[in-house]
């Protein structure tokens, strides 16, 4: 059978941009050690173990690439285009891959939100970098599609989920909050509407604390609540994933 | 290689409930004609040929179970859980799998609606019916799961996206749109409250006429506006689907 089943990650973390710039996604990839593509730039990820579960291959890539957990792990969607072949110009996992070059490959790819210290996300494996996600290198096979995909994705989700709760602390305050969407939107959003619309969902509440610090009127801290962050992502069947 | 990939739809529809009840889901099933479960319903499907996309191996199965093209088509998941095989009490397509019995099953599932009348609905093809979502068979496979996840992400969807669209003809009245709803949800909505909602977000507008009819005061006809019906879904790459 000349088809080829592969997982992928896209992995995003929220840091400052180079020279100490606002706070931007970065993403880690895989530079490729044999052909075709070899030495460019891809996503994390292989051809499917006969004894791994999906999700677990995603969860193996991640340890393997940064060595974090996710505070968010999703599949994101399966693309196999009949265009998609390890020797064409499309398809195919990352580091390592060992199908024929002439077989398609079927990719289903997962998005993981992680919490990446700027030390943290130094390289941590062989072959390993992080990237910006608005300065990418040429990725090899169709992986900026597949990154512009899992962005899109997580844009339009922060409209309508609690994600940013992955990228945040326990507590933390509006500001805080609006510079993680701002972040993910790539755009700047106004305090006031901001702050009206986030405690208009219902999804975060004020803990009764304050920011520690020196500030003369330290802002208030808020926290998701509990059954906002629960019931996101809708879980897949227990026995299926 | 013993992985095997399978493509399997969940196609839904609209219609009264027996006995002409209420709306409500219905979706068709296919009754295997061979082991396992020989005798038992299943989705529609089968394994993903070499030369066809996945994709288009979703609207193939649904062109041969009901003759119908869907208002919505979008993939669901990735099924592919170590326990799914052909052979043990998961995994595996509907109609017709042909892979060894020993064989796991990885299967990418769509999700589809469409707008059946109950003409339309009847067998189209053989061993195939519709059975109401609320009153299903036993299935074969892990098929009541996948199900299951369809109808929560279609009722987690209705409520921030313009799905509803799928299920309605292109002028509707409120109370239509508000039927559709309560189907999906599989219960009553107030009837002011889901006025005032359904205008706030935005989605539809009037469109200046009125129901034809006998009725006193007819109710006014709405529509979705282009922009709201066009985004949704998020379209993948268009290379790699």
Same mark, same amino acid.
Request: charged share 20%; glycine share 8%.
């Given at each position: 059978?000349?088809?080829?089943?592969?997982?992928?990650?896209?992995?995003?973390?929220?840091?400052?941009?180079?020279?100490?710039?606002?706070?931007t996604?970065?993403?880690?990839?895989?530079? @490729?050690?044999?052909?075709?593509?070899?030495?460019?730039?891809?996503?994390?990820?292989? +051809?499917?173990?006969?004894?791994?579960?999906?999700?677990?291959?995603?969860?193996?890539?991640?340890?393997?690439?940064?060595?974090?957990?996710?505070?968010?792990?999703?599949?994101?969607y399966?693309?196999?285009?009949?265009?998609?072949?390890?020797?064409g110009?499309?398809?195919?996992?990352?580091?390592?891959?060992?199908?024929?070059?002439?077989? @398609?490959?079927?990719?289903?790819?997962y998005?993981?939100?992680?919490?990446?210290?700027?030390?943290?996300?130094?390289?941590?494996?062989h072959?390993?970098?992080?990237?910006?996600?608005?300065?990418?290198?040429d990725?090899?096979?169709?992986?900026?599609?597949?990154?512009?995909?899992?962005?899109?994705?997580?844009r339009?989700?922060?409209?309508?989920?609690?994600?940013?709760h992955?990228?945040l602390?326990?507590?933390?305050?509006?500001?805080?909050?609006?510079?993680?969407?701002?972040?993910?939107l790539?755009?700047?959003?106004?305090?006031?509407?901001?702050?009206?619309?986030a405690?208009?969902?219902g999804?975060v509440?004020?803990t009764?604390?304050?920011l520690?610090?020196?500030?003369?009127?330290?802002p208030s801290?808020?926290?998701?609540?509990?059954e906002?962050?629960?019931?996101?992502?809708? +879980?897949?069947?227990?026995?299926?994933?």
């Amino acid at each position: 059978m000349a088809l080829q089943l592969a997982v992928s990650s896209v992995i995003l973390a929220l840091r400052p941009a180079p020279d100490d710039g606002p706070l931007t996604l970065w993403l880690p990839l895989v530079r @490729r050690i044999r052909e075709p593509y070899e030495g460019s730039w891809a996503l994390p990820g292989g +051809p499917l173990g006969e004894a791994c579960g999906l999700e677990q291959a995603a969860r193996d890539a991640l340890s393997s690439t940064t060595g974090l957990d996710p505070a968010y792990l999703e599949q994101l969607y399966a693309f196999g285009g009949l265009d998609r072949s390890l020797a064409g110009g499309a398809g195919g996992a990352g580091g390592d891959d060992g199908a024929d070059q002439a077989d @398609r490959v079927v990719s289903i790819v997962y998005w993981a939100l992680v919490q990446a210290e700027e030390d943290q996300a130094a390289v941590r494996a062989h072959n390993v970098e992080w990237f910006p996600a608005s300065a990418l290198p040429d990725l090899a096979f169709d992986h900026t599609q597949v990154i512009d995909y899992a962005l899109a994705r997580l844009r339009a989700k922060i409209g309508y989920s609690p994600i940013a709760h992955a990228f945040l602390p326990a507590e933390f305050t509006l500001a805080e909050l609006r510079a993680v969407h701002e972040a993910v939107l790539g755009r700047e959003l106004d305090p006031a509407n901001f702050r009206r619309q986030a405690l208009a969902t219902g999804a975060v509440e004020p803990t009764g604390h304050r920011l520690q610090g020196t500030r003369h009127r330290p802002p208030s801290l808020y926290r998701y609540r509990a059954e906002s962050v629960a019931t996101s992502p809708t +879980p897949p069947p227990r026995s299926a994933s």
